[in-house]
């Protein structure tokens, strides 16, 4: 009886041994485990994601211009590259601000309707420079995002239409 004993005891001492050195290593892995995740990201974060980058526009544009690569010593003439954003600033400032009753009346007497707009894929070239400053007393959203819309639109393809120009310009 003593000698099952001793052998049950010693299954036990086996048992809790191999039980504590399972934890210590599954504790030790885990501890090491957090210990080592911050420093490999910040490692990654430095050399991988570089979200660094150089601003070589002139000498894309050089390059685009001229069809071949341009000497960075040559300075390039910001004013003639910017001209139409320059001449922005020479609008005339005394435009007059019309108010939304007589923009959207305007709109009626001309015909222009986004309905129109979405069947036949034609603006009116109606332009406004300046939004109404009832817009925003408009209470129907609806209705104050058609005449938005409407305002907008015109000039949007205005623009998009000297883009492309601009780009057949540059490109030929």
Known sequence: MKLKKIKNMNLFKEKSLNNLLRM???????????????????????????????????QVLAYTLNNGPKNQDEEINEDDLLFD???LNDLESDTVRLSASTIKQLFEDTGYNL???RKKKLVKPVALTLLPEEIKMIEN????????IQIVL??????????????KTFLV
């Open 24 to 58: 210590v290593l599954s504790s030790f892995l885990m501890i090491s485990f957090f210990y080592i995740t911050p420093i490999f990201l910040n490692f990654t974060q430095k050399n991988f994601n570089n979200k660094e980058f150089t601003n070589n526009s002139k």
């Open 85 to 87: 954003i320059f001449s």
């Open 115 to 117: 309905q129109d707009v």
């Open 141 to 148: 959203v609806k209705k104050r995002k058609e005449l938005f």
């Open 154 to 167: 015109p000039l949007i393809i205005q623009e998009n239409n000297n883009i492309r120009l601009d780009r």
